[in-house]
């Protein structure tokens, strides 16, 4: 597989369809992909469903894709917070489908279509709303219900630093959700703050290899 490296989001996302399922990731706003967002909301792809770990901050990057009414449906962990305002008027007003995923089922989710893994019993959610109409086990006296993975048609994520190859390093905390997101969509877009040569990059501490690496955009 080779990874294609571009200097223009736009380009890079440009051949995103309308009704595409986009893994975006970033915990907040660290680990946006701020500029691919950015070129997703003026390419104008429409009827998407999005995962992120939350439904936006302010009016700035995924906040900002959202209010372009362009977003069908919002799979995500965090929903609301004190910023959230531009998610919360868009449910409030029947304008977004929201489904609910608790954390940890949600980077497993994703983890598990990345690693080919067709379902998996979770113990998180039992004797809550959001287990309802899955199927229930029970294993060694605990309940579990069974989750399906969520495979992404695109992901946008962030990395500190790419080489030549695709291959990504990230930064601390901005790593987040991006190396799941990178294994489970077929085409895995990747903004990065630097590219170096192949080589230059300690093998040990590439995190995402680049055979997951589609795209690779430098956006500093």
């Known amino acids: ?27 907040g706003l660290a680990g946006q992909p701020t500029e691919l967002i950015d070129a997703l909301r003026l390419q104008g792809a429409a009827d998407l469903t999005v995962v992120n770990n939350n439904a936006g901050n302010g009016d700035h990057g995924l906040a900002a894709l959202l209010a372009t009414g362009h977003v069908r449906k919002i799979i995500c962990s965090f929903p609301r917070q004190s910023d959230s305002w531009v998610f919360d008027d868009l449910y409030r007003t029947g304008r977004i489908e929201l489904e609910v995923v608790p954390q940890g089922n949600l980077a497993e989710r ?3 279509a990345g690693a080919g893994i067709g379902a998996f019993f979770s113990p998180t959610g039992v004797g809550t709303p959001l287990a309802e109409g899955k199927e229930r086990r029970t294993i060694e006296g605990r309940d579990y219900v069974l989750e399906h ?11 500190h630093r790419a080489d030549r190859m695709g291959n990504l390093v990230y930064r601390k905390t901005a790593r987040n959700f991006g190396p799941v997101m990178a294994t489970a969509a077929t085409t895995t877009i990747v903004q990065v ?11 040990e501490n590439v995190v995402t290899p680049s055979i997951f690496v589609d795209r690779v955009v430098h956006t500093s």
Do not use: N, S
């Open 110 to 112: 994703m983890r598990a």
């Open 1 to 27: 597989m080779t990874t294609t490296h571009l200097t223009d989001p736009a380009e890079a996302v440009a051949d995103i369809p309308d009704g595409a399922t986009v893994l975006i990731g970033g915990f």
């Open 193 to 203: 703050d630097d590219v170096v040569d192949t080589g230059d990059l300690d093998p």
């Open 149 to 159: 993975p969520i495979r992404g048609d695109f992901a946008l994520i962030k990395a």
